[in-house]
């Protein structure tokens, strides 16, 4: 109906938001539980172990930003090309796609991997937690070319309207994990399950077991992504279209303009985020293990907002791409809505189960304790950090992302790292939430002026 210049009534465009945003909120989640299943797994190993994961948690979300921003520079022309019905311009995109992400990909796994020895002992890791983290880090970073071909293919194809294959295999990859995780993290033990006792093999890895883990999930979900991108979606599939994969100077300009700016901002706002982690540090391994934990737990919170933020991307692209102006700021306001509704009914879920969703990752009283108050803390913010994250998939659909990667930008540095470098000595791990519950109340506030004022 939106290619085809159809008009929708409000309830068909709210009904339209809820059918995309559940698949990708449930591929989100997915995501969520795999940090989960990583940290609760490895916690049971014991403080130490949670922190070597922990210290290099920002870094790996540095890399996966510059991963997932060059997915989206090309993701979003997809959404304009088949909003428009030009199905072929849509098929040459991917083409060079895969040539300008693979290259990427290929290049960060190899600074990632020299990164690795030294990063820990940057970010202020001792002795004890430096070794965990580098092996964890360099499997990360060698796993990198296959989480950009999964973003990538997950990317496109939500753009082109298919929410539901990306959510499926978020939700295997997922399982997959559990099985890996569980295969090389512990050695092999005896189970006793209803009375029946059985033997679990198992290789005792460790923290490398959980990144091996992870990357061998992603290996498989990023195959069977590719392959029915390829062979299988019927805007997109490559089997049966002749074309070249040469890049062309107006689809990689327009990839660069719309992806740069969401990776430089990623680029600074990581940054901002490991010296936080740097703040962090000197509060001890249990500060550092309840941040980590903590972050993590939230993530259950707010990942259903990037999951509403994916469907804003897509309705508005496609909407921008039919050039249907109107349509487009009715699904900016339904989508943003719907966010921050979901996102307030996660909120007060997360302030009552705080001490049983760190009581999942950890028997440590004390990062249990350091975690809830952060929870709780975080929790006022959300319906505001809603308001930002979907408004910047609007705004992301829009082909608009320099405006906004600056106001993300300004916000986290002007706001949270002052306040966070100011509470932190005398208040501990509490003052560096509470700087970030207030940075994310800002940034709501500033993303709705701008939605009101542009749309």
Request: charged share 10%.
């Amino acid at each position: 109906m939106i290619r085809s210049g159809q008009q929708l009534t409000f309830g068909q465009q709210l009904r339209l938001t809820v059918i995309l945003s559940v698949p990708s909120i449930i591929a989100q989640l997915s995501a969520v539980v795999m940090e989960y299943i990583d940290a609760a797994m490895v916690g049971s190993l014991g403080a130490e172990a949670s922190a070597s994961i922990g210290l290099v948690a920002t870094t790996t979300w540095l890399f996966w930003g510059l991963v997932s921003s060059t997915s989206t520079g090309f993701a979003v022309q997809v959404a304009h090309c088949v909003g428009a019905g030009h199905n072929d311009e849509a098929r040459s995109v991917v083409r060079q796609a895969l040539v300008a992400a693979v290259s990427l990909s290929v290049v960060l796994a190899a600074v990632g991997c020299a990164l690795s020895g030294v990063l820990p002992v940057w970010l202020g890791g001792d002795s004890t937690v430096c070794p965990g983290a580098t092996s964890y880090f360099r499997i990360f970073a060698l796993s990198l070319p296959f989480l950009q071909l999964y973003s990538l293919a997950g990317g496109v194809l939500r753009c082109s309207g298919n929410m539901l294959v990306p959510g499926v295999m978020g939700g295997m990859m997922c399982m997959l994990d559990v099985v890996f995780n569980a295969l090389l993290i512990f050695p092999s033990r005896t189970l006793t399950v209803a009375g029946l006792t059985f033997g679990v093999p198992g290789a005792g890895l460790g923290v490398t077991g959980a990144a091996l883990g992870t990357a061998l999930a992603e290996v498989v979900a990023s195959a069977v992504l590719m392959w029915y991108l390829l062979c299988r979606s019927p805007e997109l599939r490559l089997r049966e279209a002749v074309g070249r994969f040469r890049l062309t100077s107006g689809c990689l300009r327009k990839a660069m303009h719309i992806g740069m700016p969401m990776a430089g901002e990623r680029v600074v706002l990581n940054c901002a985020q490991i010296l936080t982690t740097i703040i962090v540090a000197p509060l001890g391994t249990a500060a550092i293990a309840a941040n980590a934990f903590a972050i993590t737990a939230e993530a259950l919170c707010y990942m259903p907002g990037y999951g509403i933020a994916e469907a804003a991307t897509a309705l508005v692209g496609q909407s921008i791409g039919a050039g249907r102006r109107r349509l487009t700021r009715s699904f900016a306001r339904i989508t943003v809505g719907t966010g921050m509704a979901v996102m307030t009914v996660m909120a007060v879920v997360m302030y009552v189960l705080a001490p049983q969703m760190m009581a999942f990752f950890t028997p440590d009283e004390t990062v249990r304790s350091l975690g809830v108050t952060a929870l709780r803390t975080e929790a006022f913010a959300e319906p505001m950090f809603a308001a930002a994250i979907v408004t910047y998939g609007v705004f992301v659909g829009a082909g608009d992302t320099l405006i906004p990667c600056c106001m993300n930008l300004l916000s986290i540095w002007a706001v949270r790292l002052t306040l966070a470098a100011l509470l932190a000595p005398t208040m501990g791990l509490h003052g560096v939430w509470i700087a970030m519950c207030v940075e994310l109340c800002f940034r709501g506030t500033i993303f709705l002026v701008r939605l009101g004022r542009k749309y």
